[in-house]
């Protein structure tokens, strides 16, 4: 039985991606991947006062290969001669990523926001 060229186009065009395939496959295998490693960076220039306090946005990146759930957050200063602490949870941050969130304050800080991981679960 002789193969006409549609046959062999086929054929070469099937064992191109099963190569493929396993190429990708045992490059992703062998490589290391980085942990999850979330950061926070506060941006504190952009704080208002909003109707339950003072508002300070921040950005939680994940600079890993890996994602994290459950991250917490916090963050902590002094408001009216008191130290207060204000605490963020996310349920997911993918590997690679960037999320918006802002602590919560009584009042304006008279002094400066430390910030801390607290903990999060690698899936």
């Known amino acids: 039985m002789k193969r006409n060229v549609i046959e062999w186009v086929v054929l070469l065009a099937s064992l191109a991606g099963i190569a493929v395939v396993v190429g990708v496959l045992l490059v992703e295998g062998l490589s290391e991947s980085a942990p999850a490693d979330p950061a926070v960076q506060l941006r504190q220039t952009e704080a208002r006062s909003g109707g339950l306090g003072w508002i300070v946005p921040a950005t939680v990146?994940?600079?890993?290969?890996?994602?994290?759930e459950v991250v917490v957050i916090q963050a902590e200063t002094t408001v009216a001669g008191e130290?207060?602490?204000s605490e963020v949870t996310l349920d997911y941050l993918p590997a690679g990523s960037q999320i918006e969130i802002a602590f919560g304050f009584s009042a304006q800080p008279e002094s400066e926001i430390s910030t801390r991981l607290v903990s999060f679960q690698v899936p």
């Open 61 to 68: 990146s994940n600079a890993g290969d890996e994602p994290a």
């Open 83 to 85: 130290s207060e602490t």
